[in-house]
Nanobody
Framework: QVQLQESGPGLVKPSQTLSLTCTVS??????????WMWIRQPPGKGLEWIGV???????SYSPSLKSRTAISRDTSKNQFTLHLSAVSPEDTAEYYC?????????WGQGTQVTVSS
């Protein structure tokens, strides 16, 4: 059974870069059967898709966030990381890492990030 765990700072200052890491156990991030995403939910709003990394390491990002977003990975640690630059209070949200595949989606428990000075 796959498990995903987000980690990173709970508080980030405006203009800084937010980095969140998802550690995956029970499944490889290089498996051809799955893709790996970051999704967020701002307070009182719906889910927002941020981006995806495929087994090959290729990525795709939300057009609205593309200029500030990068997803990287460390296959030796079975981790993938979200980097969101130039954050503002509008980036305050619960951030989730998610595995997607034909069987559906598996979610991490989420991590709250607040952007504030």
């Amino acid at each position: 059974q796959v498990q995903l765990q987000e980690s990173g700072p709970g508080l980030v200052k405006p203009s800084q870069t937010l980095s969140l890491t998802c550690t995956v156990s029970g499944g490889s991030i290089t498996s051809t059967s799955y893709f790996w995403m970051w999704i967020r939910q701002p307070p009182g709003k719906g889910l927002e898709w941020i981006g995806v990394m495929y087994y090959s390491g290729s990525t795709s990002y939300s057009p609205s966030l593309k200029s500030r977003t990068a997803i990287s990975r460390d296959t030796s640690k079975n981790q993938f990381t979200l980097h969101l630059s130039a954050v503002s209070p509008e980036d305050t949200a619960e951030y989730y890492c998610v595995r997607g595949g034909e069987e559906g989606h598996d979610w991490g428990q989420g991590t709250q990030v607040t952007v504030s000075s």
